[in-house]
């Protein structure tokens, strides 16, 4: 996987996580599902290992990684409630 791949797969990532927030925040259950699917099939290009980055490329991906996280929170902030209310 070359650099440029690595980035557009963390771009396409946090691109599906931004939309996966709203959808969320809409209540919109099928398409968040849909997006996480998608969202893991895009990950799957992390399991053969990835070259490391250096200066731009390398600031870039902790970029979108800080993005990818805090739309992991903002989630996590609908669903958790949701999933507390059927479980309780």
Known sequence: MTSTEVLSMYEN???LT???VVAAQVSDWN???RLEN???A???GTLGG???LEGSARQRKIDLLKQIMANDRA???VTEPWM???NG
């Open 31 to 33: 398409t968040l599902d």
């Open 42 to 44: 895009q990950s799957v």
């Open 84 to 86: 507390g209310r059927l």
């Open 50 to 52: 990835m070259p490391a």
């Open 75 to 77: 989630i996590r902030d």
């Open 18 to 20: 931004s939309k996966m």
């Open 38 to 40: 998608q969202c893991a």
């Open 13 to 15: 990532i946090a691109g």
